[in-house]
């Protein structure tokens, strides 16, 4: 924020200016008349005015419709803003605690919707601790490992959203657990469902079609309504032996932080209504799946990472 004139009909005026940058990197420098406003006073008024800069943005840029209306995109961009200003504030050693802890609730949420039956406090000590559990599957400790180091990756933002980033994503989720890393070689199947997923000799074409459609849409849908579509989408593909629920499920948090957005946690109690919002999209009932991520969404910053902030 600083200070400049101007001379307007022969006046002069004072304005406080603050340079604010857009999510397509574009900067806005936003003009207020200085009439004696206290620096906090200035700061509530830029913050509003820089939130409706991002309103504007959003707005223009996304399709809205009835589940993803104007009113919740303003809400998402709020969200956006907020969380941006929580991770700003957040000195180097409160930031690191912050996302350790999101990635243990993340994969002990992640892995129990699959049926792991390590408690938080297990993941907790399998990922910080470095220590093994007695009289717990190999597999269960390896996939809990192996997951940490996803989700860490996802938060530096060092996965493309590419046939290439899903399967660097897989090969690691896989290490050590004697799960063949990579595409599918034979048939597979999503136990309790009807679907049909991809065969084998197709899944790559099918996988460059679905990061096709990212591409041509990620400019047009709202970040976190393209996540849900591309998750239902990618679970019909069931490209990998298996890992395929977490893969999809570090996708969605893949595209929610590229575009700056917090990522989100689907927890092991919405796991019947999860497995529901799948089965419609793969019945070409889309409105679920994107309504129940939307809602998740929402519910992880509040129930996280606004948390989080307040205790700090």
């Known amino acids: 924020m600083y200070f400049k004139n101007k001379k307007i009909n022969g006046r002069k005026y004072k304005y406080s200016v603050k340079t604010v940058r857009l999510p ?21 008024i830029f913050d509003e005015k820089e939130k409706l800069e991002n309103f504007k943005f959003a707005l223009n840029k996304y399709k809205s419709n009835y589940i993803f209306s104007e009113e919740e995109i303003k809400k998402l961009e709020e969200i956006r803003l907020n969380y941006k ?4 504030k957040l000195n180097k050693q409160n930031l690191k605690d912050l996302f ?11 892995n129990a919707i699959e049926g792991n039956s390590l408690t938080l406090k297990d993941v907790a000590i399998v990922m910080f601790e470095n220590s093994s559990l007695k009289g717990k599957d190999l597999r269960e400790i390896y996939v809990t490992r192996n ?18 980033g899903l399967t660097k994503m ?12 990579g595409y599918k070689k034979i048939p597979n199947f999503i136990t309790g469902s009807d679907l049909e ?13 679905l990061i096709k459609f ?30 395929n629920g977490r893969v999809g499920r570090f996708l969605i948090n893949v595209i929610l932080m590229k575009n700056k957005y917090p990522p989100l946690i689907i927890r092991k ?27 998740r969404f929402k519910e992880t910053y509040k129930k996280f990472f606004e948390v989080y902030i307040k205790y700090i």
Do not use: C, W
Request: glycine share 2%; net charge negative; no cysteine.
């Open 24 to 44: 397509d990197k574009t900067i806005k420098h936003i003009e207020i008349i200085y009439k004696n406003q206290s620096e906090k006073e200035l700061k509530t």
């Open 85 to 88: 200003k929580i991770t700003k």
């Open 100 to 110: 350790d802890r999101f990635t243990a609730n993340f994969t002990y949420e992640s």
């Open 147 to 164: 997951s940490r180091e996803v989700v860490e990756l996802i938060i530096k933002n060092k996965f493309d959203i590419s046939s290439e």
């Open 170 to 181: 897989h090969k690691i989720l896989v290490r050590d657990m004697g799960i063949n890393a």
């Open 197 to 209: 997923t991809t065969l084998p000799e197709n899944v790559y074409s099918a996988i460059t079609n």
């Open 214 to 243: 990212y591409e041509e849409n990620k400019e047009k849908i709202h970040p976190v309504e393209l996540s849900a579509i591309l998750h239902g989408k990618f679970e019909e593909i069931h490209p990998f032996d298996d890992g």
């Open 269 to 295: 109690t919405q796991r019947i209504a999860y497995l529901k919002a799948l089965e419609n999209f793969d019945k070409g009932h889309q409105d679920t799946l994107r309504r129940f991520i939307l809602e």
